[in-house]
């Protein structure tokens, strides 16, 4: 590779060796993340990795997709891009750990206005920080600069993620009935959703990011770009210790849309709000836009990052369980017979 260049592709916005050079830049945060069964090493046309599966009957594998969203302009605008990976890898991986999948690998994709080096090894640094909380390899991913569709400073980061679960451990929302508890895992913050609005009641463009706010206890900035909480270590404890019987992922279309996806026919999640503990970031962003209560449950986690349905008898081992991976999760409600799938009251 040390003899590719084209002088023809960087006159039209394309530097090829600013891609090599980032990739030697990256290698040393791709390293963190290596777990057995890695076999290839980043530059090929394709990830390799031999999961075990000698303990499992019917091995499934789970893939989930997702990518940062407009977050990603906030770290643009405050020339912050070392934490966005981690919101990149939490989107996906813990979608998967709904299923009880864990995951084991991932690949990433940036396409960015001009390719500048470092600017995309701290990015990757992030989606590696992302992967090592998640307990998953970065065996792979693309950086593609789109020079003419992309202010140079732009860039978009997305992600894919790729885990693996015993047919026969697949979380089973048939098992859920009347009594089972809802358990709250206790987000960081908006984490990486409803960031369009995010954007227009704080007006982001225009706004002093770094303005410091009493209540939250530190910059505006730093608030919306705390990452998204990874769940994966805490949910697959609960799994083993506990009978849970549905997980939710609190993103994008809050309480009202992604609770019903884990509840079966027949049944009602009944939410607790005065049980749940709310991060000040969502109290000023309702006071300030003058947003709606339920469109705030509608949009946003509301300090709710992942709901798990486990059964009443076993939600003392599942909190225990939780707790031992550093998450204070707590109970905010139960199922019960109903056609409605979640209620708030």
Same mark, same amino acid.
């Given at each position: 590779?040390?003899?590719?260049?084209?002088?023809?592709?960087?006159?039209?916005?394309?530097?090829?060796?600013?891609?090599?050079?980032?990739?030697? +830049?990256?290698?040393?945060?791709?390293?963190?993340?290596?777990?057995?069964?890695?076999?290839?090493?980043?530059?090929?046309?394709?990830?390799?990795?031999?999961?075990?599966?000698?303990?499992?009957?019917?091995?499934?594998?789970?893939?989930?997709?997702?990518?940062?969203?407009?977050?990603?302009?906030?770290?643009?605008?405050?020339?912050?891009?070392?934490?966005?990976?981690?919101?990149?890898?939490?989107?996906?991986?813990?979608?998967?750990?709904?299923?009880?999948?864990?995951?084991?690998?991932?690949?990433?994709?940036?396409?960015?206005?001009?390719?500048?080096?470092?600017?995309?090894?701290?990015?990757?640094?992030?989606?590696?920080?992302?992967?090592?909380?998640?307990?998953?390899?970065?065996?792979?991913?693309?950086?593609?600069?789109?020079?003419?569709?992309?202010?140079?400073?732009?860039?978009?980061?997305?992600?894919?993620?790729?885990?693996?679960?015993?047919?026969?451990?697949?979380?089973?929302?048939?098992?859920?009935?009347?009594?089972?508890?809802?358990?709250? +895992?206790?987000?960081?913050?908006?984490?990486?959703?409803?960031?369009?609005?995010?954007?227009?009641?704080?007006?982001?463009?225009?706004?002093?990011?770094?303005?410091?706010?009493?209540?939250?206890?530190?910059? +505006? !900035?730093?608030?919306?770009?705390?990452?998204?909480?990874?769940?994966?270590?805490?949910?697959?404890?609960?799994?083993?210790?506990?009978?849970?019987?549905?997980?939710?992922?609190?993103?994008?279309?809050?309480?009202?849309?992604?609770?019903?996806?884990?509840?079966?026919?027949?049944?009602?999640?009944?939410?607790?709000?005065?049980?749940?503990?709310?991060?000040?970031?969502?109290?000023?962003?309702?006071?300030?836009?003058?947003?709606?209560?339920?469109?705030?449950?509608?949009?946003?986690?509301? !300090?709710?990052?992942?709901?798990?349905?486990?059964?009443?008898?076993?939600?003392?081992?599942?909190?225990?369980?939780?707790?031992?991976?550093?998450?204070?999760?707590?109970?905010?409600?139960?199922?019960?017979?109903?056609?409605?799938?979640?209620?708030?009251?």
């Amino acid at each position: 590779m040390e003899k590719s260049h084209s002088a023809s592709y960087a006159a039209a916005g394309v530097n090829i060796e600013a891609g090599y050079e980032g990739v030697r +830049l990256m290698k040393k945060h791709v390293a963190r993340t290596m777990i057995p069964g890695v076999v290839s090493d980043i530059g090929g046309f394709g990830g390799l990795f031999t999961p075990d599966i000698k303990d499992m009957a019917e091995p499934t594998l789970v893939m989930g997709t997702d990518g940062v969203g407009t977050k990603q302009r906030i770290a643009q605008i405050m020339d912050k891009h070392d934490t966005v990976g981690i919101d990149c890898v939490a989107m996906c991986v813990n979608d998967i750990v709904c299923c009880g999948a864990k995951p084991v690998a991932f690949l990433d994709y940036i396409a960015i206005g001009k390719n500048e080096p470092e600017k995309v090894a701290t990015l990757v640094s992030g989606v590696a920080e992302g992967c090592v909380q998640a307990g998953c390899a970065l065996i792979g991913g693309e950086t593609a600069e789109h020079p003419g569709t992309m202010k140079a400073d732009d860039y978009d980061l997305a992600g894919f993620a790729v885990g693996i679960v015993d047919k026969s451990k697949v979380i089973n929302q048939k098992e859920m009935s009347s009594g089972d508890v809802v358990i709250a +895992l206790p987000s960081s913050g908006c984490h990486s959703n409803g960031y369009s609005l995010v954007r227009k009641v704080f007006d982001v463009e225009n706004a002093d990011l770094n303005k410091y706010y009493d209540e939250l206890g530190k910059t +505006l !900035g730093e608030a919306l770009l705390t990452p998204t909480v990874i769940y994966v270590k805490p949910v697959l404890a609960a799994i083993d210790a506990a009978k849970v019987h549905g997980v939710s992922h609190i993103t994008g279309g809050g309480f009202y849309e992604n609770i019903p996806r884990c509840i079966p026919d027949g049944l009602t999640a009944k939410i607790n709000k005065a049980a749940i503990k709310v991060p000040p970031i969502f109290n000023l962003l309702e006071r300030k836009g003058n947003i709606p209560e339920r469109d705030m449950y509608n949009t946003y986690n509301m !300090g709710v990052g992942m709901a798990l349905i486990v059964s009443r008898d076993t939600a003392d081992s599942a909190l225990k369980a939780l707790a031992s991976e550093g998450c204070d999760a707590y109970i905010i409600g139960e199922v019960i017979a109903g056609n409605e799938k979640v209620i708030l009251c």
